[in-house]
C-alpha cells in the first residue's frame, strides 16, 4: 500500500512560480517511476510530467515542456514539480501518482495509486 500527499498549491498571478510536494510513504519509493497529472474544471485529468525511479529520465506533456521540472529525492520520499510562468491555463487541481506495472506513462491507465490533488490557480 502506498500513501501519496501533495502541497504547495495555492493562488499565484500569471507569470509566478510555484513548488508542488508529493510526500510518499513505503520503503520501496526509489524503486518506481512518479508522475504529475493535472484536471482542470469540467475536463479529463491529463499527463503533465513523469519521472524515472532513479530521476535519470523526465517525461513532459508539450502544455509545460520548458516552465515546469519534475524531479525527486528518494532519501526523502518525495517527488516535486517546479512550476515557472505560469499561465491561467495551467489552473487545475494537481494530483501525483505512482507508476503502475501496465498502462502508458503518459496515461491515466498507467498509475495505480493518486494523492489526493492540490488546487493550482493561476489568475491572469
Known amino acids: 500500500q502506498v500513501q501519496l500527499v501533495e502541497s504547495g498549491g495555492g493562488l499565484v498571478q500569471a507569470g509566478g512560480s510555484l513548488r508542488l510536494s508529493c510526500a510518499a510513504s513505503?520503503?520501496?519509493?526509489?524503486?518506481?517511476?512518479m508522475g504529475w497529472f493535472r484536471q482542470a474544471p469540467g475536463k479529463e485529468r491529463v499527463f503533465v510530467a513523469a519521472i524515472s525511479w532513479s530521476g535519470g529520465a523526465t517525461w513532459y506533456a508539450d502544455s509545460v515542456k520548458g516552465r515546469f521540472t519534475i524531479s525527486r529525492d528518494n532519501a526523502k520520499n518525495t517527488v516535486y514539480l517546479q512550476m515557472n510562468s505560469l499561465k491561467p491555463e495551467d489552473t487545475a487541481v494537481y494530483y501525483c501518482?505512482?507508476?503502475?506495472?501496465?498502462?502508458?506513462?503518459?496515461?491515466?491507465?498507467?498509475?495505480?495509486?493518486w494523492g489526493q490533488g492540490t488546487q493550482v490557480t493561476v489568475s491572469s
Open positions: 501518482a505512482k507508476r503502475g506495472t501496465t498502462g502508458q506513462l503518459k496515461a491515466f491507465n498507467g498509475y495505480d495509486y
Open positions: 513505503g520503503r520501496t519509493f526509489s524503486s518506481y517511476a
